[in-house]
């Protein structure tokens, strides 16, 4: 009988909700392309447990985690090491083990940078506007900022998040920001060249959107939702009814989870079998 390991690569996911994060999919086929017996675990963790969840993957050997909502920001608790970018950022959504040592990671802004620059969208001197103060805002936002965006313009409806990140952009990176509150049937400002929708309204199976004025959309903007599941979101579908070109949650899920991927494993992440698998679902 020939040696071989039982025992599988294991990644996977922390958050609360988790059943429609598809995630797994992604992540899974990498594996099957680099034929590595590897599982990316699905679960979901109340806010209370999180410590525990984090501790518990680091004693079964766990290579590494997804962190989503909403224990982004949570998370930096139980970490021992943080890169820079993150703890910039004040978000993690990768979380990998290495000599020991609890370490985080953001590659939300990554993926989502990458996915703009892929397309072709100029960043540079751009005025970005965010729907969201979140973990996910927080990322993309210090990311447009040191990708060349001029103006930020923060739209939440809690001041306390929506002032924060505004400051943290302010006193940290090149970009002005400002807080705007989010009113119902919100213009989006004349000048606006990128829309992103960073929160979690319209994640299956919500089918709702954000409460913004779209007939405030210039067929010039750049209309991006953050949002997986489902690929055409309805803020993407009356986005892209106003002649913009729209960006879905598609290619940051692969991308972000590609450079989490190469974190966990040491290897280059096998994009197009991701990106493959996670087409064939829908």
Not at 30 to 40: C, E, S
Not at 94 to 101: E, H, N, Q, S
Not at 234 to 248: D, M, P, V
Request: proline share 6%; net charge negative; hydrophobic share 40%.
């Amino acid at each position: 009988m020939s040696q071989k390991s039982y025992r599988s690569a294991l990644v996977g996911l922390l958050g609360c909700p988790v059943d429609e994060n598809p995630t797994v999919v992604t992540i899974e086929a990498a594996f099957r392309a680099l034929d590595i017996d590897g599982r990316y675990i699905t679960m979901k963790v109340l806010p209370e447990d999180l410590g525990d969840a984090i501790r518990g993957l680091k004693a079964t050997s766990f290579l590494g985690t997804h962190i989503t909502i909403p224990h982004k920001v949570a998370v930096l608790s139980y970490l021992d090491e943080i890169s820079p970018n993150a703890a910039l950022m004040g978000a993690v959504n990768t979380v990998y083990f290495r000599d020991g040592k609890i370490c985080g990671e953001n590659t939300d802004g990554k993926g989502f940078i990458m996915s703009l620059t892929q397309g072709g969208v100029e960043l540079n001197a751009a005025h970005a506007v965010l729907l969201g103060a979140g973990g996910a805002a927080r990322a993309i936002a210090v990311e447009l900022a040191n990708h060349g965006a001029a103006q930020l313009t923060i739209v939440n409806r809690s001041p306390e998040r929506g002032q924060a990140l505004a400051r943290l952009i302010n006193e940290k990176t090149a970009a002005s920001a400002r807080y705007v509150p989010l009113t119902p049937n919100f213009s989006i400002p004349s000048d606006c060249d990128i829309l992103v929708q960073t929160t979690s309204i319209g994640l299956y199976p919500d089918p709702s959107c954000p409460h913004i004025d779209f007939s405030s959309l210039r067929p010039e903007i750049v209309v991006c939702d953050i949002i997986p599941n489902p690929i055409q979101t309805l803020f993407i579908q009356k986005a892209a009814e106003k002649g913009c070109r729209t960006f879905s949650g598609f290619d940051m899920l692969v991308n972000q989870g590609a450079f989490s991927f190469r974190l966990w494993t040491g290897k280059e992440a096998p994009i197009q079998a991701m990106k493959d698998a996670l087409a064939a679902e829908y």
